[in-house]
Every structure is written in structure tokens, then in C-alpha cells.
């Protein structure tokens, strides 16, 4: 029996993506790997003594064989091996969209972390170079493990609206690159009716651009929820610079929706199944939409190709490969 302390925090500086993979990994690990005992810790913010020592004084009581990190947040000091899943390092990309300290504070203290880990957890093959590059971390210590979704209805039913839409679901961060996205949909012929539909709450500049329809805003919704939005769009749209696996990206292929996505944004495991547009280039996303828009017929085949090649990529399968992961560093 392996035993592991998973740090279950939730904190106010984690993603719905990396709470999702938390949660799901918690829900699976034990169903999939009988083997290993997980034991989840932690309490608190991050960069509090909870964190610092509290995590560190919880792994020695568990006499734990190692411990998982799902995020950066690694206390300075852990009393066994450990694994840390590093999904992307776009502040280190795009450094003018984070406050000043925060390159420092990554390579200063996250950087020695990740590299002192026994293993590295990632979700695509290119934050490997991206792990070697910033903090200097041996390629051979990493595994990639894309993440993956529940399995979704055979007959997800689209959700009925008046007119074609496109879809984008996330935050709104800088680097999401949701600009580049409304400049290309205010691009498109105006005689061709489409709203553009965002998750989350409404925001004033954001419903004031101008395009062939409205802007849609949805609010927060539940995942079942969102598999209506997504199965009904006429495009699903990623346009983020640059970031780990998009887990809204493969919710829409899994839904049966045409993707949209930046190219340095897509993952090496769905790059063939969606259309790659530069992320910066509203013409060149403009068009691509226009391509998909004018030929639904066509973007549906895409689209069901997508959802079929995609089948394998579920958090059972990200779950089994994550507790190999810990055996192999137990020993």
C-alpha cells in the first residue's frame, strides 16, 4: 500500500481548470488504484504558515511514502518525496499581464520546488520545454498526462437559441486573448446573423461591442449546463496565447462542437482535431469562423471526428496514469 497526501486545498489563486483536475483526481484515484491510500490535507490560503507549515507537519503525521501538489503552491519544505503538477507557465510567458513579483517569486521559490520534485505532473508535451526552459527541470522527470472529462451523454441536446452562436468559456484573464476573439467576431458580415456567448458575468465594454448579433453573457454554470451550450454552437472558440490543456476545449469536441483554437494554445493530443489560427491575428480568426460558419455540414463531421478521437482522453484514464506516477516514485 502507497501512501499518499494529496494537498486538497482550494484557494483563491486556483483556476476552475486546476480545481476541476483536484476534485476529479480525489473522485477517481481511489476507485481506480485500490493500492494506493490517499489522504487528503491542507487548509488555508496559499503563502500563509497553513501552507508552509501546517502541509509539511501533516505528510510527517500520515507517515506518508510521498506527496502531491496539483498546483504551484509547494511549501519550501517537504519531509518526502513528492510529485507537483505544473499545468502551465504563462506568467512567465506573458510577464506584462502579472504584477512584477510574480516572475521573481516563480523563479525564486516555485522554480527550486518543482525542480527538487520526484517527479513532474504536466498536461501537454510543450510546458515540458517550457519546465526546462524557465526553471531548468531534467525532461526526463516529467510525465505528461492530459486531463481529461466525464463522459458525456450520447444525446447531449443543444441548447435551443434564435440564432447561430459562438462559444467561449473561461475566464477573462489578459492571456485568454478574448479580445483578438470579439475584434474577429465584429469583423463578420453583418447579413449573417451570430451572437457571441460568453461564460460568466456580464460586463459593460464587453456588451457594448458591436458585431453581426448580440453579446450573450451565461453567467456561471454547471457542467451539465454547459454541454447544452456547447453542443448547440456553431463554434467553439480558444483563443487563449498560450496555456497548459484547455479543458473547455475538449469539453466542446466531447459535446460535438467545431473548435477554434489558438495554435500555440493547443495540445499536441487535440491539435489534429481542431482549426489552428494565429492567436493574435483577428483576420486570420475572422476567417476561420467565416469557413466553419459557411459550411456546417461540414463542421459537424469535423466535429463528431473530434468527439470520437477524443474518447480515451477521460479522468479515469488521467486518474490510472497519475497513480503510476506515484508508484514509480515510492519505488
Known amino acids: 500500500m502507497t501512501t499518499v497526501v494529496f494537498d486538497a486545498r482550494e484557494t483563491s489563486h486556483m483556476s476552475a481548470g486546476v480545481l476541476t483536475y483536484s476534485r476529479k483526481l480525489r473522485a477517481w484515484l481511489p476507485r481506480v488504484a485500490p493500492d494506493v491510500r490517499l489522504i487528503a490535507a491542507g487548509r488555508g490560503d496559499n503563502f500563509d504558515l497553513a501552507e508552509q507549515l501546517g502541509l509539511p507537519l501533516a505528510i510527517l503525521r500520515?507517515?506518508?511514502?510521498?506527496?502531491?501538489?496539483p498546483t504551484l503552491f509547494v511549501?519550501?519544505?517537504?519531509?518526502r518525496p513528492y510529485v507537483v503538477?505544473?499545468?502551465d507557465l504563462i506568467d512567465l510567458h506573458e510577464p506584462q499581464y502579472v504584477k512584477?513579483?510574480?516572475?521573481?517569486?516563480?523563479?525564486a521559490i516555485v522554480g527550486p520546488a518543482v525542480r527538487a520534485a520526484h517527479a513532474v505532473i504536466t498536461d501537454d508535451d510543450a510546458t515540458v520545454a517550457d519546465l526546462e526552459r524557465f526553471f531548468g527541470v531534467d525532461p526526463r522527470r516529467v510525465r505528461v498526462i492530459p486531463l481529461g472529462c466525464d463522459d458525456p451523454p450520447d444525446d447531449v441536446r443543444p441548447r435551443p437559441w434564435a440564432r447561430p452562436y459562438v462559444l467561449y468559456v473561461g475566464n477573462r484573464r489578459p492571456h485568454k486573448n478574448l479580445a483578438t476573439l470579439v475584434a474577429a467576431w465584429s469583423q463578420l458580415p453583418a447579413e449573417r446573423p451570430l451572437d457571441l456567448v460568453l461564460s460568466g458575468p456580464?460586463?459593460?465594454?464587453?456588451?457594448?461591442?458591436?458585431?453581426?448579433?448580440?453579446?450573450?453573457?451565461?453567467?456561471?454554470?454547471?457542467?451539465?449546463?454547459?454541454?447544452?451550450?456547447?453542443?448547440?454552437?456553431?463554434?467553439?472558440?480558444h483563443p487563449a496565447l498560450?496555456?497548459?490543456f484547455g479543458l473547455p476545449m475538449l469539453?466542446?469536441?466531447?459535446?460535438?462542437?467545431?473548435?477554434?483554437?489558438?495554435?500555440s494554445a493547443l495540445p499536441a493530443c487535440l491539435a489534429a482535431h481542431a482549426v489552428a489560427v494565429e492567436a493574435r491575428d483577428a483576420g486570420a480568426w475572422c476567417a476561420a469562423l467565416s469557413a466553419v460558419l459557411a459550411d456546417p455540414a461540414g463542421a459537424r463531421a469535423a466535429a463528431l471526428t473530434a468527439r470520437a478521437a477524443t474518447a480515451e482522453l477521460t479522468w479515469e484514464r488521467t486518474a490510472r496514469l497519475t497513480a503510476a506516477v506515484y508508484r514509480e516514485v515510492a519505488g
Open 242 to 244: 498560450r496555456e497548459g
Open 251 to 263: 469539453e466542446a469536441m466531447r459535446a460535438g462542437a467545431r473548435v477554434v483554437a489558438a495554435r
Open 75 to 79: 511549501p519550501r519544505f517537504v519531509p
Open 100 to 107: 512584477s513579483k510574480v516572475g521573481p517569486y516563480l523563479r
Open 202 to 237: 456580464p460586463d459593460d465594454a464587453l456588451r457594448a461591442a458591436r458585431g453581426p448579433g448580440e453579446v450573450v453573457f451565461l453567467g456561471e454554470l454547471g457542467d451539465e449546463a454547459l454541454r447544452g451550450w456547447y453542443a448547440g454552437a456553431a463554434a467553439y472558440a
Open 62 to 69: 500520515a507517515r506518508a511514502d510521498l506527496a502531491h501538489f
Open 85 to 87: 503538477t505544473v499545468h
